[in-house]
T-cell receptor, first 111, second 112 residues
């Protein structure tokens, strides 16, 4: 699986959009970009994933650049409950059971 | 409520003792996983099962065993616990091996 690079920490004001970047410059054509988050002391939570098109669900939006070397997870209206570590994971579809969690981005949402 | 449960929530165990961590899901997912999470090392896959009756080794399988007798349950056994197995253990499941994984609340295990 391709390696990902994320900033170690970010702050966001409550109610504002949180934009979390991820670099995955060695991604291959059949690798998906997944995002998970882990709220303190809880199990990781799946957020969203995509291949090349932008994706949106009830939790977030995923914007993938045209060359697929980077992506951004957008939480449109961050709340205090969104404070968590966010993990960007690149993963082959149809193969490999392992999710390789890096160190992620610690997002702190403040009043 | 549909989901994935783990038991116990936490446990303190003497070194050398046998321990089984339980994991049950009611989503009829085919694939299940065990991870451990240690400070500074992130989550690491211990064992996995793509479907009932099959299991496979992850990246840190030594000292652990699993079984998958049915779809719902995926217990993790430490035959003879050692202090280096002190960790938080997460069970996860996915509809198929390549789908997104859903995690349980975790078991905090301390081996003294």
């Amino acid at each position: 699986d391709a390696k990902t690079t994320q900033p170690p920490s970010m702050d966001c004001a409550e109610g504002r959009a949180a934009n979390l970047p991820c670099n995955h410059s060695t991604i291959s054509g059949n690798e998906y970009v997944y995002w998970y988050r882990q709220i303190h002391s809880q199990g990781p939570q799946y957020i969203i994933h995509g291949l090349k098109n932008n994706e949106t669900n009830e939790m977030a939006s995923l914007i993938i650049t045209e060359d697929r070397k980077s992506s951004t997870l957008i939480l449109p209206h961050a709340t205090l409950r969104d404070t968590a570590v966010y993990y960007c994971i690149v993963r082959l579809t149809g193969g490999g059971n392992k999710l390789t969690f890096g160190t992620g981005t610690q997002l702190k949402v403040e009043l | 409520i549909a989901g994935i449960t783990q038991a116990p929530t936490s446990q303190i165990l003497a070194a050398g003792r046998r321990m089984t961590l339980r994991c049950t899901q009611d989503m009829r997912h085919n694939a299940m996983y065990w991870y451990r999470q240690d400070l500074g090392l992130g989550l690491r896959l211990i064992h996995y099962s793509n479907t009932a009756g099959t299991t496979g080794k992850g990246e840190v399988p030594d000292g652990y065993s699993v079984s998958r007798a049915n779809t719902d349950d995926f217990p993790l056994t430490l035959a003879s616990a050692v202090p280096s197995q002190t960790s938080v253990y997460f069970c996860a499941s996915s509809r198929e091996p390549y789908n997104e994984q859903f995690f349980g609340p975790g078991t905090r295990l301390t081996v003294l």
